[in-house]
């Protein structure tokens, strides 16, 4: 199951989701990252924060090559330079012209022009040699591909043997009560938060119902392990709000 042929909860042709997706990170693109406080309260930053002390990159010398993918502004790519050594090497992937313009005028302000690239590419088909990369992962992106079959191929294929794929995700809150209140507080606080802020209430609630149509943590789990990957698991944070997937090129 995926929700390839869904735009939020609309149902579209495969081919027409991505046109529709870019046109909401163009739209968001500049507001984005304080649309994800406001939204979140601040809380994706401990989430991002656990998927980048998951990553572990090595402190010392040995060479580190990251990929982010759907890396849109950065926020991952920033974290791991800083959790990792002086040979850490970042990529960010991403579709989206505008998201990574704001990743690299941040990336400039940080000083991190000789240690993150950011690169226009689509995760269905990247442009990147096979092996190439020691951990690869995708925060809050892999709703937004259209054939996320495909992505976690092109995630296996670019990793070298022993390397992991984590992704974070929203999820499914399971919590009895929570679950009410999340649902009350996404269709309604959150577009309206974006129509303020972005003057774009539509792409917020996309995002809200996209959120909605992803598979489940097991079902995900599945795809995973049918790209390939070992010793799939995965953890949900906050109640099954976002879930942690992991998984090895063995
Ligand atoms: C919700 S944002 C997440 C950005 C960033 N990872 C973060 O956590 O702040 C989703 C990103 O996925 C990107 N995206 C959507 N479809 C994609 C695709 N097929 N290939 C690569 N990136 C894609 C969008 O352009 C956008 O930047």
Redesign the pocket.
Known sequence: MSNENHFGFRAVDPREK?GL??E???SV?NR??LM?DLMSGGL?RVW?DILVATVNPPKGGRPFAHL?????????AFRVAKAGGPDTKITV????A???AVGRERAEKLGHDDNIEFVE????KLPFADKSYDCA???????????IDL?LKEAYRVLKFGGRFLC?EFSSVDVPGLDRLYDLYSFNVIPQVGRAVTGDAESYRY?VESIRKFPKPTVFAEMIRKAGFGRVSYEKLTGGVVALHSGWKL
């Not at 982010?68 to 991952?76: K, N, R, S, Y």
């Not at 992962?137 to 259209?146: C, E």
Request: charged content about 15%; proline content about 2%.
């Open positions: 991505q997706v870019n909401v990170f163009s693109a984005y990252d994800n994706h991002k982010d993918l759907a890396g849109g502004t950065g926020d991952v992937a991403d579709i989206n505008e998201m990574l590419g689509n995760a269905e992962t995708i925060a809050f992106g892999i709703r937004n591909v259209p054939q992505a974070l995002l």
